[in-house]
């Protein structure tokens, strides 16, 4: 069955930098597009950032350009997301999808915390 499991979340002063990481499995990793979405207490789920199978091309959310960045490992069926330049407004849940042709699967998602 499709496992996605996130890593990497946790609590970080604000201008400090975190790397989460979602390992999958139990698909063809390497043919899906794949992403991250978060969720802040009160908000709506958001796009943070998206990459192609190859990860030739990369997409991201005007609040993180330049600050984050998007990355994947097919050979370890891994998907990152580097944060840097950290900001409370960045405080929520932050979950790994699997976009690209249906169906599509959610992590269960990792707490990421920015306060000093």
């Known amino acids: 069955q499709v496992q996605l499991v996130e890593s990497g979340g946790g609590l970080v002063q604000p201008g400090g930098s975190l790397r989460l990481s979602c390992a999958a499995s139990?698909?063809?990793?390497?043919?899906?597009?794949m992403s991250w979405y978060r969720q802040a207490p009160g908000k709506e789920r958001e796009l943070v950032a998206a990459?192609?199978?190859?990860?030739?091309?990369?997409n991201y959310a005007d609040s993180v350009k330049g600050r984050f960045a998007i990355s994947r490992d097919n050979a370890k069926n891994t998907v990152y997301l580097q944060m840097n330049s950290l900001k409370p407004e960045d405080t929520a849940v932050y979950y790994c999808?699997?976009?690209?042709?249906?169906?599509?699967?959610w992590g269960q998602g990792i707490q990421v915390t920015v306060s000093s």
């Open positions: 990459i192609t199978n190859t990860g030739s091309s990369t």
């Open positions: 999808y699997r976009s690209g042709r249906p169906p599509h699967y």
């Open positions: 139990g698909f063809t990793f390497s043919t899906y597009a």
